[in-house]
């Protein structure tokens, strides 16, 4: 049985060409690592924190009262600005805006944020970053039930209201009608001496 022998230098140029292409894919592969590493200004992340939570828990609030925004994993001393809007966006809706600076940890926060109850986009931008910033959607559930004093007299037959919500604008239409009604009646019975109808 006969089999070719295949010449020494062709063996070494198939070899060289085989090297020649790794080392450029090597070259290639190690070029998007390159590109793929986080770029200054875009490697920050800001959270919605409820008042209760420390500044320095990574977790996000997405429904709050009372609330505020840190930030983390910035470069030292890089400008955030913020911006709040109504989601979806109403005219004349509720917006806030406003910037930090984070600090040597590349951390930050701002003072207490009040908003309205309602659904919100946070947005934010560095001054280093590219394109139309990063976000995030909340919900701000404030309770609106709170503690009323009595109105008018004591409560609980003493005469008055106990509470404000019991005197509701049905509630006054309702006695108003009944006033009256009332009235009528009464002025009916007057206009006859012997009170017969």
Known sequence: MFMPVVPLARRAGTRTAVLAALTLAGTTLSGVSA?????????????????????????????????????????????????????PEVPGGATRTGSFTADPTGQGRTAAVDLPNGQYKLTWLTDQAHG????????????????????????????????????TPVTGAAAVGLAAVAGTVWFRLRRRPDGAA
Request: proline share 9%; with cysteine; aromatic share 8%.
């Open 132 to 167: 139309a910033g990063k976000f995030k959607v909340f919900k701000v559930d404030c309770p609106t039930s709170k503690p009323t004093t009595p109105v008018g007299g004591p409560p609980a037959g003493g005469g008055g209201i106990a509470r404000g919500e019991a005197f």
């Open 35 to 87: 590109v793929a590493a986080p770029v200054p200004g875009d490697n920050g992340d800001v959270k919605i924190h409820a008042s209760t939570t420390a500044s320095d828990n990574q977790r996000n609030d997405p429904k709050v009262c009372d609330f505020y925004l840190a930030a983390f994993n910035f470069d030292s001393g890089e400008k955030v600005n913020w911006t709040i809007q109504t989601q």
